[in-house]
């Protein structure tokens, strides 16, 4: 999967001579925490609302109220913003984004093409549109954990049990546990009532199933 297939587009933007307190108030209206900076079609930077927050005058100071709101309404978006912004393209792959967003410490990679930003995806993107489904996240039914499921036999067993037991599958992710070494083999079914394929899980592999509700 690509970038493209999840960035959110088109991108509510400023320019760097945008007032701090008029990109406050966009971000509040269309319910963001981000605005690339674009001047004539190049991104410049970026602000975010903790860069708004922080850029708020401190009331610990000898400045009157009117001082301080006539400084403040003179500050622009080029006085705050982030200027070394990390960005990735349309075909960057999922993995290699959610990579490079955690090594710099972003939660935000405005999407260039042809040195044009076309998008934006956040880390609220990677879990909505990647993680939840893949987890099935506010879906109805059960979450199979079956412990210790090591080999691609016992994966293929696990699933000759969903099918013997008339369960129905929504998802299914294959990942190692926190405890160690050992891997955990998580599937996702419609229904709730699962004791069926616990039954089959202990008879055929000697495998616990451990039940999550959804």
């Known amino acids: 999967m690509r970038v493209r297939h999840i960035m959110s587009t088109p991108v509510v933007t400023v320019t760097s001579d945008t007032p701090v307190l008029e990109a406050a108030k966009l971000m509040k209206e269309r319910k963001i925490e981000r605005l690339p900076v674009v001047d004539k079609g190049k991104l410049k930077g ?10 708020s005058p401190s009331m610990a100071t000898s400045l009157s109220i009117g001082e301080i709101h006539y400084l403040f309404a003179k500050l622009t978006v080029k006085d705050i913003m982030q200027k070394e912004v990390a960005t990735v393209t349309p075909e960057t792959t999922i993995e290699n984004a959610v990579r490079y ?9 405005p999407v260039l093409e042809d040195g044009k930003v076309v998008g934006i995806v956040t880390t609220n993107d990677f879990f909505l549109m990647i993680l939840n489904p893949i987890l099935g996240i506010g879906e109805d039914g059960s979450r199979l954990i079956i412990r210790h499921c090591e080999t691609s036999e016992q994966i293929a067993s696990a699933f000759r049990c ?3 037991s008339g369960l129905h599958v929504l998802n299914a ?9 050992e891997k955990d083999l998580i599937i996702h079914v419609t229904e709730e009532d699962t004791s069926n394929f616990a039954k089959c899980m202990r008879d055929k592999c000697q495998l616990d199933v451990e039940p999550r509700e959804r």
């Open 46 to 55: 970026i602000v975010t609302k903790d860069r708004v927050l922080h850029s």
């Open 101 to 109: 967003a955690q090594d710099r410490h972003v939660g935000a990679l």
């Open 162 to 164: 969903v099918a013997d």
């Open 173 to 181: 992710s294959y990942m190692r546990s926190r405890r160690g070494s």
